[in-house]
């Protein structure tokens, strides 16, 4: 529930009070600021309230920008001020304040702009107000007739719905997701608003969407795959769908944060999966390449995650390379062609579509893994040579994100101590984590199963990720540490699985992947979230990177072949029940932060 409080005399034939109700708020009207602090004193603790000067003139969704985020305890436009309950007590005391002030002077409190002046009180204690972008939209407290026609005649010239539809897409996106999906979608965003969809009801729609579709591919026939492609595509609609409705109808929770941070990833490895089952129908097996995409996808996205953490409180970006790519972006065509060739994921479902309906799933994978590849490349080189080029310092709080993206366990903190925690200087932090990982995956994939060296393999990576983190993560390319160590352990459970030999072993390294995928996701929303990472006794838990690794290896070769595929499926039951109750528990709760991304899609 929300209560808007409405300051000053009444304006003859205003929409004010109207717009306000449109937007779920009560309304209650303060002849000044001291009624409107007895006003506001007696609207109960669990609402959010806001202060609305009477003579506002403006867009009903400019009021609704600044006045209904949910993700903002506090918020402002000209004349109207919002808080959360969080935030209840800085407004009363800015309100207090101001009333007192003006009392104390001798001055009778003015009946307008009381709104504005709590708003400069809160910006004074230091408070952080979110002032939304308005562009075209109005939203002006006139001081005269003649201004408030004239606002009046600005508002009746800019359409309120044509820019709240246009607000709902994302201002940077991937070229077929701009130009073939949000030109309608953005119209079904609209549609379920109007009838009281919320954007959860719709992520959820486009998982069981996707999930059919991967049913549909399973079957292994052609009708199966061709009706797999057209799903896929309805579920990526129904994906910009859903952040397209929170947008326009500023609808954001916690809970869907959570969804929407993970279930792209579920919807997509569940495809991998189900066009895996539907070659094995055709007498194919294509869990290696399978496996092989999910790794190198995942791998990508922590490459970004871990060179936008490593950046992100710079103060400036100082790289030579940063500012060509600034002036690429300038040439409208390379914007495009840019965004294009790094394989987002509008671009990659719509290729996975039209490659899984008209050929095979082994030459939807190749080309998927080619496409991967080759983004990854890029993508991965502009950084490291921005990373190399740039001045700026790396913060402490840029540090110990890398380092929760490490995800090192107990077995990597005890051989930091054994070997005296002393780091390595300047580059060799990767180096040694890039070594390290590569020799545990070359130990394990040209031997036999069963064979010991990718156990001694093992062992030689957990002394490099212990002396790779041994100082804080704040070199040139020490951003580079966590994809390595997700490249060492998704790598090493790959190669053993293939080498076992057995049906069963690669969809069983799938699971365990996956499960363990899913937590180092789930580290990266909460650290954008501001909520830091997943509590230590769940890294103990699960091992850590270098501890499943290790025993990854050992299980290789300890047991049998068909032992082995038993071990691989309970292990990764056990990490997947661990990681799946911790996350729940966090993102369901209070704390939880409504973290939705606005950025690049993945």
């Known amino acids: 529930m929300s209560t808007a409080i409405v300051t000053g005399q009444p304006v003859p034939g205003s929409s004010l009070e109207n717009d306000l109700r449109s937007l779920g708020f009560d309304v209650l009207t303060a002849a000044d600021a001291t009624e409107a602090g007895a006003r506001l004193a007696a609207v109960p603790a669990d609402r959010r309230v806001a202060l609305v000067d009477a003579r506002f003139v403006g867009h009903p969704h400019a009021l609704r920008l600044g006045l209904t985020d949910p993700r903002f305890p506090l918020a402002a436009v000209p004349g109207a001020v919002t808080a959360q309950p969080a935030a209840r007590q800085a407004l009363t005391h800015a309100l207090v304040r101001e009333t007192a002030g003006s009392g104390a002077a001798g001055v009778a409190v003015a009946v307008d702009g009381v709104p504005d002046r709590v708003t400069g009180a809160l910006g004074t204690d230091g408070a952080e107000i979110h002032r939304p972008e308005l562009g075209s939209l109005v939203a002006v407290v006139p001081a005269d007739p003649q201004t408030r026609n004239e606002a009046r005649q600005a508002v009746a010239a800019v359409d309120d719905e044509a820019v709240r539809l246009k607000s709902a897409v994302k201002s940077r996106d991937g070229f077929f997701t701009t130009f073939f999906i949000s030109p309608y979608s953005r119209y079904l965003a609209r549609w379920c608003a109007r009838r009281g969809l919320t954007p959860n009801q719709v992520t959820t729609a486009s998982l069981l969407t996707a999930l059919i579709a991967a049913g549909c591919a399973a079957t292994g ?43 792209d990833r579920a919807k997509e490895y569940a495809y991998y999966a189900g066009l895996a089952l539907g070659a094995a129908r055709g007498g194919d097996d294509v869990w290696a390449l399978a496996l092989g995409a999910m790794v190198l996808q995942t791998c990508r996205h922590v490459v970004d995650f871990s060179f936008n953490e490593a950046n992100h409180d710079a103060t400036a970006n100082t790289s030579p ?12 065509w390379t914007v495009w062609v840019r965004r294009m060739i790094v394989l987002p994921i509008g671009e990659r479902w719509a290729m996975i579509a039209v490659l899984t309906a008209a050929t095979t799933p082994r030459i939807t994978f190749y080309v998927l893994l080619a496409g991967c590849a080759f983004a990854a490349t ?65 130990c394990s994939a040209p031997t036999g199963y069963g064979s010991l060296l990718p156990v001694a393999g093992a062992v030689v990576y957990v002394l490099a990720s212990a002396l790779a983190v041994a100082r804080p993560l704040k070199g040139a390319l020490d951003w580079l540490v966590p994809p390595f160590f997700r490249a060492a352990e998704y790598g090493t459970v790959l190669a053993l ?57 050992v299980l290789a070769a300890l047991l049998t072949a068909s032992q082995f595929k038993v071990a691989l499926t309970v292990l990764a039951v056990a990490v997947a029940l661990v990681v799946l109750a911790e996350s729940i528990r966090f993102w369901v709760s209070a704390g939880a932060p409504a973290v939705h991304d606005e950025g690049e899609t993945a």
């Open 221 to 263: 026939t052609r009708a199966g795959f061709v009706a797999a492609g057209v799903l896929l595509i309805a579920s990526f609609v129904l994906d910009c769908t859903d952040g397209q409705l929170a947008r326009y109808a500023l609808k954001y929770s916690t809970l869907g944060a959570w969804l929407d941070a993970t279930f």
């Open 321 to 332: 390379t940063a500012a060509l790519s600034g002036r690429l972006d300038s040439v409208g």
């Open 378 to 442: 890029y993508t991965t080189a502009g950084r490291v040579l921005r990373s190399l080029t740039r001045k700026a310092r790396r913060t402490d709080r840029a540090a110990l994100a890398l380092a929760d993206l490490a995800d090192t366990g107990p077995l990597a903190e005890a051989a930091r101590r054994v070997l005296g925690g002393r780091g390595l200087p300047g580059l060799a932090v990767p180096a040694t984590a890039l070594l390290g990982g590569a020799a545990v995956v070359a």
């Open 497 to 553: 699985a293939a080498k076992a030999g057995v049906n069963g072993a690669l969809p069983a390294a799938f699971g365990l992947v996956a499960a363990v995928a899913y937590h180092h996701y789930d580290t990266v929303y909460r650290i954008r979230g501001n909520a830091g990472a997943p509590p230590a006794w769940l890294v103990r838990a699960i091992g850590g990177q270098e501890g499943r690794t290790l025993l990854v290896t």
